[in-house]
């Protein structure tokens, strides 16, 4: 019941020893996660105890790996080092690489997820709230007491608006919910998520949010039509933003019409996504798609 992040996960959690990695990382041990180490080469053979755990501190994912059997690494360093702990990550064969810090040149971010793709490693990122599969294990910063484990897939570019959703949802439940970021590179996109939740059995509907600026939810939207057959429903941010102005995240660059929250709604909508005008309306759309689908009238 999940895509990309299980309870059987073992997760690596790279720049761990830092304040931002010891923070999350002591919140995702707390939601269940299987957290079997860190990644510090100036702090290998060290253990960071975390209430009941004690978490060993290796000098390299490979070490990681090889100690624990680790499929999924979180990454919290500087932006100056996350291209480097990405290519690592990839070269030591991680299955996942969830990259959370924000403000990576886009070049570096270029470079890393071309190279992860050769490799077979999927990204989550960057700068992303990573993703979470309620009550079974959660990678990032998602807060993991908002909702519970339901049957609605969430993918979403904006991580403040993933956590009110899922917060907005809370009675049905979530099967993974997946932060893409905002960025204008970006390892897993709008389409990878839906084909996952397309094929996972325990998702019944799939949320998707998006934002102004580029064209991946125009992308999305013909993806849906072709070959999505559960129902979406979408919400995109950035209807009220002014005309001319530079939005907060990278990838909310928005050219002529193209890009604009209305003709994103407009090919979402054509493609046959209901798609809320706000969040809370966005999850009054879910609830009676839901209802719908569940009637014994349906089809």
Not at 138 to 163: E, F, H, M, N, Q
Not at 261 to 267: D, G, L, P, Y
Request: with cysteine.
């Amino acid at each position: 019941m999940a895509i990309y992040l299980t309870k059987e996960s073992k997760v690596l959690v790279q720049g761990m020893t830092g304040g931002e990695g010891m923070k999350h990382t002591r919140r995702m041990l707390a939601a269940g996660t299987d957290i079997v180490g860190g990644v510090n080469p100036r702090k290998a053979g060290a253990t960071v105890d975390f209430d009941e755990r004690a978490v060993p501190v290796f000098g390299s994912v490979a070490e990681g790996i090889h100690a624990t059997g680790a499929d999924v690494t979180v990454v919290f360093v500087p932006p100056a080092f996350a291209k480097a702990a990405v290519v690592e990550a990839a070269d030591a064969g991680i299955g996942l690489a969830v990259v959370i810090t924000e403000g990576i040149p886009v070049h570096d971010s270029v470079a890393f997820t071309a190279y992860a793709k050769r490799k077979g490693t999927r990204i989550i990122g960057p700068n992303c709230p990573g993703l979470i599969t309620p009550g079974q294990s959660d990678a990032g910063i998602i807060p993991a007491d908002i909702t519970k484990p339901g049957r609605i897939g969430l993918v979403s570019k904006s991580g403040t608006l993933t956590y009110q959703l899922m917060y907005e949802l809370r009675d049905i439940g979530f099967s993974t919910c997946v932060g893409i970021g905002g960025d204008p590179v970006v390892g897993t996109t709008h389409i990878d998520c839906l084909a996952a939740f397309q094929d996972d059995p325990d998702t019944e509907l799939i949320v998707l949010i998006g934002e102004i600026g580029g064209d991946a939810e125009e992308r999305a939207a013909a993806y849906v039509r072709d070959h999505v057959t559960k129902p979406v429903v979408g919400y995109v941010a950035g209807f009220t933003a002014p005309e001319g102005r530079t939005m907060g995240h990278a990838g909310a660059i928005v050219s002529g019409s193209t890009g604009t929250a209305q003709a994103k709604k407009e090919a979402l909508e054509a493609a046959g996504v209901r798609v809320g005008s706000t969040p809370t309306e966005t999850a009054k759309l879910v609830l009676a798609r839901l209802e719908e689908q569940r009637s014994p009238t349906h089809g």
